[in-house]
């Protein structure tokens, strides 16, 4: 790391330290979403029936379709490869799920808190994927932004 006469850190460094920061917060944004792949496959019959309930269209498609977004989508924001695009494909998915399985104006009062604080921290992962779009993954990534 180069400093100044003055003792402050140069443009160099600070861009370093900025990819780092976005390279962790790639894995932090999208961590959640492997995980729930995992359990989306282990209690298959289950997923199906809950989109079912929910009023999804193609419940099963829907099941397969989720599984493949929240693995395929968090390994390419991870690795860098064509992220911006991967982000832009977790927000559809995350509003989407969100107007699905988090409408909390439905629910009676002692439901309704959880699903508005599953709703609005859906909302936050939107507004991080939305930085990840717009300012790209970085310097450590299969293909980093010019």
Known sequence: MSTTVSGSVTARSDAGNLDLALLVARILL????????YYKIIGWPGIVGMLAQQGAPLPM???YIAIAVEI??????????WTRWAALVLILYVAGTSIIAHRFWEFAPP??????????????????LLLVAVI????????ARP
Do not use: D, E, H, T
């Not at 999208?30 to 792949?37: L, R």
């Not at 395929?72 to 490869?81: D, M, S």
């Not at 970085?138 to 293909?143: E, N």
């Open 30 to 37: 999208v961590v959640i979403f492997p995980i729930s792949a």
């Open 61 to 63: 498609l829907g099941g």
């Open 72 to 81: 395929l989508g968090a390994l390419l924001v991870v690795i860098g490869l």
């Open 111 to 128: 439901a309704q808190f959880g699903q508005m604080m599953q709703f609005f921290k859906n909302l936050c992962m939107i507004g991080g």
């Open 136 to 143: 790209g993954p970085g310097r450590y990534a299969v293909q």
